[in-house]
């Protein structure tokens, strides 16, 4: 009898993939994941960026997403949190600082990789320092960078001492600070796909999904605008529908406003632009 096929590889599950396993396998066994997805104007904040990148530094669109997504929590400080397993039973720790997860994809040897760097405290950096951060990560010797050091450790580890990774992460907060952020932001290169459902290990993950031409309604009339669909992935657990609700209000009213980018302008000596940018929005020249 003609065998129809042949098994061409077999090889145990170990490092980059063994940490990606017991990280899926966490967040779907110790935190209750839910969803929502909303849309995102983006032609105001478009203008800002550009004016941005034209008097303070050229910045891309990611650090807009990271800002808005410390600042979002920030406003709402009780999603600042993560549920632990502890001695005595579960309990739910909240941190200080918004700190903020997000992927790299880069070129390390001869392969490309994507592994997680994280924005300490991005709530209270400037977009140009964000920008410069995420340089970095990608512009930087794999020795010098701590996020990538972390990653060629993992990627020699078998099933078993990163599943002791994992399983610390879930009992000490202190463990999962020195190593990751308190919340995330993912997103889809170009505009491929309408949504990006993210999946982790944290109580609140924004997935940024791909940007496209729609209809949009603005001051009662209806126009063409550039429209970002989102996903927000949080914990119900820890936090609870309300609360996703509002995170997702004020991550879409911080990015359609951009007021956190006109504030930046501002410290730059812009007030002037402000007003005459402000004035024109309100009566609709701009």
Same mark, same amino acid.
């Given at each position: 009898m003609e065998v129809g096929n042949r098994i061409c590889r077999d090889q145990s599950v170990r490092g980059e993939q063994a940490y990606i396993y017991c990280?899926?396998?966490?967040?779907?066994?110790?935190?209750?994941?839910?969803?929502?997805?909303?849309?995102?104007?983006?032609?105001p904040v478009e203008r800002y960026r550009k004016e941005y990148s034209r008097r303070v530094r050229p910045i891309t669109y990611v650090p807009l997403y990271v800002k808005a997504t410390a600042l979002a929590i920030q406003r709402n400080p009780e999603a600042n949190a993560i549920l632990f397993r502890k001695l005595l039973g579960l309990r739910i720790v909240q941190f200080e600082a918004v700190d903020v997860n997000f992927p790299i994809t880069r070129m390390i040897g001869n392969r490309t990789v994507t592994f997680i760097g994280t924005v300490r405290n991005a709530a209270a950096k400037s977009l140009h320092e964000i920008q410069d951060e995420l340089a970095q990560y990608q512009r930087c010797p794999p020795e010098k960078s701590f996020a990538m050091r972390r990653f060629q450790r993992l990627s020699r580890m078998p099933l078993w001492q990163v599943r002791?990774?994992?399983?610390?992460?879930?009992?000490?907060?202190?463990?999962?600070?020195?190593?990751? /952020?308190?919340?995330? =932001?993912? %997103?889809?290169? *170009?505009?491929?796909?309408?949504?990006?459902?993210?999946? /982790?290990?944290?109580? =609140?993950? %924004?997935?940024? *999904?791909?940007?496209r031409r729609e209809p949009v309604v603005r001051g009662g009339a209806v126009g063409i605008?550039?429209?970002l669909k989102c996903t927000l992935m949080v914990d119900n657990f820890v936090i609870s529908g309300l609360t996703g609700a509002r995170l997702a209000k004020d991550f879409k009213d911080l990015l359609e406003g951009g007021s956190f980018v006109i504030e930046e302008l501002e410290k730059a000596g812009d007030a002037k632009w402000h007003c005459t940018k402000h004035a024109a929005s309100r009566t609709g020249t701009d």
């Amino acid at each position: 009898m003609e065998v129809g096929n042949r098994i061409c590889r077999d090889q145990s599950v170990r490092g980059e993939q063994a940490y990606i396993y017991c990280l899926k396998a966490r967040a779907k066994r110790h935190h209750c994941l839910g969803y929502g997805t909303f849309s995102v104007d983006l032609d105001p904040v478009e203008r800002y960026r550009k004016e941005y990148s034209r008097r303070v530094r050229p910045i891309t669109y990611v650090p807009l997403y990271v800002k808005a997504t410390a600042l979002a929590i920030q406003r709402n400080p009780e999603a600042n949190a993560i549920l632990f397993r502890k001695l005595l039973g579960l309990r739910i720790v909240q941190f200080e600082a918004v700190d903020v997860n997000f992927p790299i994809t880069r070129m390390i040897g001869n392969r490309t990789v994507t592994f997680i760097g994280t924005v300490r405290n991005a709530a209270a950096k400037s977009l140009h320092e964000i920008q410069d951060e995420l340089a970095q990560y990608q512009r930087c010797p794999p020795e010098k960078s701590f996020a990538m050091r972390r990653f060629q450790r993992l990627s020699r580890m078998p099933l078993w001492q990163v599943r002791l990774v994992h399983w610390t992460m879930t009992r000490s907060p202190r463990f999962l600070i020195r190593n990751v /952020g308190t919340c995330g =932001v993912t %997103f889809v290169e *170009g505009d491929s796909g309408e949504h990006m459902f993210p999946i /982790g290990p944290m109580s =609140v993950v %924004f997935g940024i *999904g791909g940007a496209r031409r729609e209809p949009v309604v603005r001051g009662g009339a209806v126009g063409i605008g550039h429209v970002l669909k989102c996903t927000l992935m949080v914990d119900n657990f820890v936090i609870s529908g309300l609360t996703g609700a509002r995170l997702a209000k004020d991550f879409k009213d911080l990015l359609e406003g951009g007021s956190f980018v006109i504030e930046e302008l501002e410290k730059a000596g812009d007030a002037k632009w402000h007003c005459t940018k402000h004035a024109a929005s309100r009566t609709g020249t701009d």
